[in-house]
């Protein structure tokens, strides 16, 4: 039964009534809702026990990839000193044992020796580039490390930052639930007094289903991103309550402007890209240094009598001992040669894989830079949107003070908000992922202003 109905049907007195009702109950939701915002907004304000920090620490200290990484990292360390120390010289002990045997055999026939090898490279053609392809494997090998690193920080972030802006959606969403659920009692209290239709009711409780339906599933979203966090990065937490970032970071990864990062940027300070230049020039150091044309070696051998013999005494150090330089100078070999020939090939293969990499950066720079701006574009007309719903909501809420409404069309303008508020939710959550992403493409992390 509309307004107009109940005029006709009912007298001032019941009207003078119903105003002072509504009155009353507009200024005490007011009252309601100021409180809620003030408890949410305090809530939303504390820091939690274990945030981005803790969390980020905890997933490295569990990631086996990161600890690959690392030991990696270490092997390549070990392969470098080993080639800028090429002048540690080479060691051997060798015993030999000998049966002498046919005419003018030695007295005795069997001789014991040691022999006491000693050989140190002096300098070569191919030391400098060996060296320098060592260094680059290494310094190429400690970004993988750094690579890792950022890659967990940046997932950690991702996710906390999500799931705090659904926590705050949630929290500001408390606000409408509280008015909701009252005009849907006034309207279930109006259709039972016969005064608006059962119809109205259906339709605000049908309102009230839906929108209870739709917070349950934002709700659900923070228990499976923290299911992706762990899936990700094995971080796991029995009280995930207690798990997030502060509202301050919050708003400062939404206002990042990516759309100022350049090209040359991303070049410059990616991770990947660094690494696999290092890893380029080093392969071109290893391909020169295939084959060393010429060296310069220490060479020692001191024989030691072990079983006397005619000429010697056991102890006696033989005069076939000797100390000397050893030059080496590569004429031909043909191995080598081909070795060689085959580096530079797979050089210049990586060199246009590199150049195909730089070109997926900025192909990938420029999508989540026009993803962003249109992101932001469709936020801004949502927030215009938004502003007008609340005015239409508040219109409305004075106009059921004079009869020109029935309780159901503000519970459908309310749940409009809400869809509102969802979608701005996913606008958001959509430019979280832009930031990140921009941020793993320079190999950065979230510069916090306190």
């Known amino acids: 039964m509309n307004s107009t109905l109940f005029n006709l ?69 070990a392969l470098a000193e080993a080639e800028q120390k090429y002048y540690m010289p080479k060691v051997q002990l060798t015993g030999e044992w000998n049966q002498y045997y046919g005419a003018q055999t030695p007295s005795p026939e069997t001789t014991d020796a040691l022999k006491l090898n000693v050989d140190m490279k002096l300098w070569g053609t191919g030391v400098d580039d060996k060296r320098s392809a060592a260094q680059n494997n290494t310094a190429a090998s400690e970004l993988l490390v ?65 929108f209870k339906d739709a917070v349950s599933r934002v709700r659900a979203s923070i228990d499976q991103m923290f299911r992706s966090l762990r899936e990700e990065t094995n971080y796991q937490t029995e009280t995930p309550e207690q798990v997030g970032i502060s509202q301050t970071m919050l708003t400062q990864l939404l206002a990042q402007d990516i759309s100022l990062v350049t090209t040359e940027e991303v070049w410059q300070h990616n991770v990947e890209l660094r690494n696999r230049t290092l890893l380029l020039d080093g392969q ?46 590569d004429l031909f070999n043909y191995q080598n040669s081909q070795s060689q020939k085959s580096a530079y090939h797979l050089y210049e293969a990586e060199n246009e894989r590199v150049d195909l990499l730089k070109e997926q950066m900025a192909a990938q720079l420029n999508s989540l830079q026009q993803e962003f701006l ?45 869809d509102s508020y969802a979608k701005l939710l996913n606008y958001d959550l959509a430019l979280i992922d832009s930031v990140v992403d921009t941020m793993a493409l320079r190999s950065q992390r979230l510069a916090i202003n306190d």
Not at 390 to 418: F, M, P, W
Request: proline share 0%.
């Open 374 to 418: 249109d992101t932001k574009d469709k936020r801004e007309s949502l927030l215009e949107q938004i502003a007008l719903n609340e005015d239409l909501v508040q219109t409305q809420e004075r106009e059921l003070l004079i009869n020109k409404l029935e309780y159901v069309d503000i519970v459908k303008s309310l749940a409009g908000l809400n």
């Open 146 to 210: 750094t690579g890792m690193e950022l890659s967990v920080y940046q997932t950690v972030l991702r996710y906390l930052a999500k799931i705090e802006r659904t926590r705050e959606y949630l929290a500001d969403n408390e606000i409408i639930a509280q008015r909701l659920d009252d005009y849907v009692q006034k309207q279930r209290n109006a259709s039972d007094e016969g005064s608006s239709s059962l119809s109205n009711l259906k339709e605000a409780e049908l309102e009230l289903s839906k």
């Open 284 to 329: 071109l150091n290893t391909a020169n240094a295939q084959r060393e044309r010429f060296s310069v070696s220490l060479v020692n051998e001191t024989q030691l009598e072990v079983l006397g013999s005619d000429e010697w005494e056991s102890g006696d150090v033989k005069n076939a001992s000797y100390i000397g330089l050893k030059a080496t100078y």
């Open 9 to 77: 049907h009912g007298c001032s007195a019941v009207k003078d009534r119903r105003v002072e009702e509504l009155t009353l109950q507009y200024f005490t939701r007011s009252l309601v809702s100021l409180s809620l915002m003030a408890a949410s907004s305090l809530s939303l304000a504390n820091t939690y026990p274990v945030g981005l920090d803790e969390v980020y620490q905890a997933a490295l200290s569990v990631s086996n990839e990161y600890r690959a990484t690392q030991q990696e990292a270490q092997s390549n360390q």
